[in-house]
C-alpha cells in the first residue's frame, strides 16, 4: 500500500522527523511518501491558518489520487482541509484529530487533549462536537508553545508532562497528544508516568492516522459519498 | 450603523434581492451595503465550494473592517470563511446560520431546516452540532434544487411548502429556510401553513443575521477574543 | 416599534435605572416603556417567587398587547410567566434568559454565568437544559449577594470580576451576567477583564433581550402557535 | 404513613376514581387523603393553567406539612406547582412525570408517553429536558382528546392503543401514559398488547407516584436543600 | 410481598447487617430474605468480579422466581448479573445503582457518587451513560478504601464525610452512596453535612433498590419483554 | 504480529469462513489464529449469552497472552467479556463493535446498523451509549433472522439489502452489519447499492476489529491500566 503524507506547512522542518517516527509503526507492506505545500502558512495555529493552506492541501490530495496513492494523511492535528478534500477524491483521507480521537475512545472511557496553545482549545472542542464523542473529553490542556518551538524536546517533554499529570488529576484515563509536531515523545511519557504509578497510554496523532488509514485501505472503505458527495459542476473562478 | 453584506459567490443574482428584502426588515438607522467576491464559485452546495470562497470572504471581511463598518454578514447559510474571519477583525461577522439557528431556538422548543440538497444535509449537522444546539434539530430536509435555480418562486415556494409540511408532521414547531437564495418567502410560507391550520413560524436566515448583527453592534458586543484570537505572526505564503 | 419592559417585581427600585441603560443600545425608533407589577415579591430569587410573580406578568403581557405593544421583555433572568404568557399573546416575549444565553453562544464556543445567590443556580442549570444548550455552558457562579443588595456598584464590580476571572480559569469565553438587576456594569468588566490580558465579553441580559425583540419584530417573527398554542377553553376560577 | 393527594384543578370529578386506584397498589399501612383546589382551572392542558394552579398547589402542599402527613402527590402529569412546593416544605412532594418517567428508564432502555393533546407534547418534552434523560424518550405522541373528555374509558382505550402500537413500532420499549387522568387502564393496555404479541409494560404515572413517595418516606428521604432552599425573607405583597 | 436479596459475595459478613437495616425502611408487609452465592468473589469490585459473580446470581434469581418470590434485589452497586437475569425471569430484578441513580434524579438536579476504589469510578461511569442520565451526575468521587476493610464505621464516616464536602463543592445537591457495603450512615451523614450547613441528602442504595422495588411489585410492573425478551433457545454447554 | 481471534461459541461453523475472511484484508505480516470456546452458547444473541460465553473468553484471552500472542479479537458484535478480559492482560482485546462504530464514525457523520434480531436492538443502543457516540447512531435495524440461519448468503444478502436502503432513507451515511456472522458481504452489498445509485460505505466489523488490532500493536498502544486496573487480589471461589 502506498500512503502520501501531506505536511500541511511551507516548512520541511518535520518531514525528516515524521518519515523516521512512520517507519516505526507502519506495517511493512506500506510505503510512505511525504510531501510539503509551497503556499500556505508556517505552522497552523488558527482557523486562518487551516483556511489559507486549505486549498493547497486540497490539490494535494487530488494530485496524491492521480499519483496512484491508496490513502492520504493530512498530517495536522486540526484535520484542515480534510472534509473539502475528501469530496474530491475516493481514496481514504484522514488528519489527525479523527483516528486518535476515536483510538482514544477504544482504549479508555474518558480521556484529555494536551495541545500547544489556548489559542487551539476552541478549535480542538469544535472537532470533538462534530465527531460526536464530546462527551468522552475530559479536558483540553495546552503547554503554552507555538508549534515552531516545539523542537527542544527536554523542553517538550516537562511541559507535556505537567499537563498529562493535571489531565490524569482530573480523571483522564488517556492521552491524546494534540499536535502532530510532538513526534517520538508518546511512549516515553507512558514509561514516565509509569514509573511515577499514573501509567497512562498516550495516544501519538500520527501513528492513530497511519494505523487508521491502513485499516480503511485493507477493509476497502473510504469516507462515504452519501456524507461527502462530488461538488456539482458549477463556474469557479480563481 | 453601517452593515456590509459579502454575497459569497461571484455572480450578483441575488444582491438586488438581498438590498431590496433587507430592507423590509433592517432598523432605520442601518445602512446596508452589499459586495461580491471576485474569485470563488458560482453557488456554495458542498465544502469545497465553502473553502474556495472561504480566503476571499475573509479578505472582504477585514476590508469592511477598514471602510468603517460596524458588522459584516457573510450571505451564506453554511457560514463560511466566518470563524476564520473572526479572528482577523474585532466587529461582528455573522453568517445565516447561527442567527437562525438561535431565533429559531427561542421562538420554538424543536425545529426543522429546509435546505436546496440531500448533499448538504451533512453540513448542516455539522453547524448544528458545532453550535451546541443538535438537541433542538427535529429533522434537515431539502427540496432537491440547486442554489442557481432557485429563481422560479412559485416553484421554490411549493416545493418548500412540500417539505415544511412534512417537517411539522415530524415534530417541527418552526421553521428555518436552509439556504439564503430562499428570499422574499418566509412570510408567504407562514401564512400559508396558517392558512392550512398548521401555523408555523419561518426564520429567513438573512432577517435573523441582520437582527443579530444589530443586537451585537447595539449592545457593543463581539466574538470573544477567548475563542478567536489573532493568530500568532508568522510566516505565510500566497 | 413599541416594547414594553414589564420589571416582575414589586419594587420600582430599578425602573428608572432600567430606561437609562435600555435607552443607551435600542434602535431609534423603538419607544420604550417601563411597567411594575402591583402583586408579588421584592424580587425573583426563588421558584417560590417566580411563581408569585408569574400570574400578575401574564397580565401585564396581556395588556401591552392590547395596548398596542409590539413586543414585551419580562426584566428577570430566570424568564418568569414568559413561557406561559407566549400561550396569550401573539406579539413576541422574552425573558432575560434565553436572549442572553443564544447571544453568548453565537459570540463564544462556551460560556459562565455569574449569578446573585447560590440558590439560584439550580434554576439557571434548568433554563439551560429546556433551551437545549447545557453543552456550552463551562459554569454557572455566584457572588453570593441577594438582588435587592445590588446597589453598591464598587463592590458589585469587585465581586463580579473575582467570578469572572475563576469562570475564564475554567474555560469560559463569555460571561452571561446572571441578573437584571446587575446593570450598567457589562462593559466595564469588559474593559478591566481586556486591561488584565484576559479580554472576555460580557453579555448584559437586558440588552441581549432588546435586541432580539427588535430583531423578532421586524422579522415578523413570534413564538411558534405549535409550541405554544392558545389554552384551550374552559372554566378557571380565581 | 400518612399521604395526601392534591388533586390541582376545580371539580372533584376525578377524586373517588384515584382513592380507588390508589387502594389497589399502594401499602397496607399508607393512609392516603385527597383534596381538591378551589381557585385555578378544571384541568390542566397549558403552562397557562399550570400557572394558574401552582399558587393554590402550594398552598396546600404548605397546609399538608401542617397537617403531618409525611408526604404530598400533586396529582398531574406537567408535575404543576411541585418544584416551587419544594422550597417551602422538608416534606417529599412529586408529581406524576418525575416518578412515571424515572420508573420507565428502570424497566426499559428507551420509551414513549402517550398524552392527551398535540399542545401538551412541549410541555412533556420540557419535563424530560429538565429530568436530564430526554435520551430515553422515543417519542411523544397524543391521542388528541381533552383531559375532560376522557371518561368513556372504552373509547380511551381504543385510542391509547392506536398510539401504543405506533410507539412500539417506533422502538419504544415501555409506554408512560401522560395523564393522570387515564384512570385504571394500565394494566388492561398491557394485556391487550400482550395478546397482540407486542408486550409493553405501560406505567401507570399516578401508582408510581405513590410508590416513589413510599419509597422517599420509608427512606427517609426528601428533595435537596441545595436544590430547593427555602426563599429568602422578603416582603411579598398578595 | 416476598423480597429476596441475593447478596453476591461468597461471604456472608455483610448479610446479618443488611437485614437489620432494611428492617427500618420496608414496608410492614413485605418479607424479606437473604442469600449469599457460593461460588465467586469474595467482594466485587471490577469486571472480572462482575463476570464471576454473574452465572450464579442469575440461578440466584431463577430460584427466586421458583421460590415464589415477588423480587429479587442483588446486592451490590454495579448491577452485577441483572440484566441477564431479567431476561430469565418475569419478576422484577434491580441492583443498586439503577434505583439509587433515579431516586437521585428525583431529588435533586445534580449528584455525586462517592464509592469504594479508584477502579471502580469507570464501572460507576458506564452505568451512568447506560442508564441515560450522565448529565445529572457531577462527579464520580472515591474514598480509596476495598469494600472488605468498610467494617470500621467510624473510620468509613471520616473518610466519606471528606469526600461528600469535596462533592458539594463541586456543585452536587445530593450523594449516592456508590457501594453497598456502606451501610446504616447515610442519615448520619446527612445529619453531620447539616450540622456543618452544608444539607446534602445521602441516598442508601439499599433503600432505594427495596423502595423500588415494592414500587413495581405494587404496580405491577417488571422490565420490558421488548428491552429484556427471554433467550432464543439454543444449545448451552456447560 | 500474531493475532488470535477467539470465536466465542460452541460451534466451529464460522472458524474456516472468517480465517478466509481475515486473509483478504489482513497485513502481510500479521499470523491468524483462530480458537472456539468449549463451554457457553451455540450463538450469542442475549445478555444471558454474553455472560454464559465470557467466563470462558476471559480464559482464552488469559492463555492468548501467555502464548505469546500480540492482540486477541473476540469475535462477536456485542464485545461479550472484552471489558473483564482487558483487566486480567495488557495486550490488545476487541470485540467487534468498537472497531466498527468508530470506524463508521471516522467515515460518515451519522450511520445505522442492521443486526439479526430485534431483540439485540437493546444490546446495542446499550453499547453506543457507553461508546459515548450515541449522537452518530441513525438507526438500529434488524433482518429477523437468528445467527445460526445466516448460511444461505442469497437470502441474507436480500435481507440486508432490505434493511440499508430503509437506513439510508433514515439518513445513514454508513452502514456497520452488526454481527460478525454476516461474512464476505460488505463489499457486495456496498456494490449492489452503487449500482442503485445509493453508495454507502458497508462496515464489515470483522476487518474493522482486525484492523484495529494493527493499529494498536503497532502504535504500541493498548487499554488504560486506569481504565482497566488489574484486579484487587481476593478470594474467588470456583
Same sequence: chains 1, 2, 3, 4, 5, 6.
Avoid at 76 to 88: I, L
Avoid at 212 to 224: A, D, P, Q, T
Wanted: net charge negative; hydrophobic share 45%.
Amino acid at each position: 500500500m502506498k500512503l502520501r503524507i501531506v505536511v500541511p506547512i511551507i516548512t520541511d522542518l518535520f518531514n525528516q522527523e515524521v518519515v523516521k517516527e512512520v517507519a516505526q509503526f507502519k506495517a511493512p507492506d506500506t510505503e510512505i511518501d511525504v510531501v510539503n505545500i509551497v503556499r500556505g502558512p508556517a505552522s497552523i495555529e488558527s482557523r486562518y491558518d487551516e483556511m489559507l493552506a486549505s486549498p493547497v492541501i486540497v490539490e494535494k490530495v487530488v494530485q496524491a489520487e492521480k499519483d496512484g496513492f491508496d490513502g492520504v494523511f493530512v498530517d495536522c492535528f486540526g484535520d484542515p482541509g480534510v472534509h473539502a478534500a475528501r469530496e474530491m477524491v475516493r481514496i481514504p483521507v484522514v488528519g489527525a484529530f479523527q483516528p486518535a480521537a476515536l483510538t482514544a475512545s477504544l482504549i479508555a472511557g474518558r480521556w484529555s487533549v494536551v495541545t500547544v496553545l489556548k489559542s487551539v482549545v476552541p478549535l480542538v472542542d469544535d472537532l470533538g462536537r462534530k465527531l460526536g464523542l464530546s462527551q468522552n473529553i475530559v479536558s483540553i490542556r495546552d503547554i503554552d508553545t507555538p508549534v515552531l518551538e516545539l523542537q527542544d524536546k527536554g523542553v517538550l517533554e516537562k511541559k507535556l508532562l505537567a499537563q498529562i499529570e493535571l489531565a490524569v488529576q482530573e480523571g483522564a484515563e488517556a492521552i491524546v497528544l494534540g499536535c502532530t509536531g510532538m513526534l517520538g515523545l508518546a511512549q516515553t511519557l507512558e514509561k514516565t508516568m509509569g514509573e511515577k504509578g499514573r501509567a497512562v497510554p498516550v495516544v501519538d496523532p500520527t501513528a492513530a492516522a497511519i494505523g487508521f488509514l491502513e485499516l480503511l485501505v485493507r477493509s476497502k472503505l473510504s469516507h462515504s459519498l452519501l456524507a461527502y458527495p462530488y461538488p456539482p459542476e458549477k463556474e469557479r473562478k480563481f
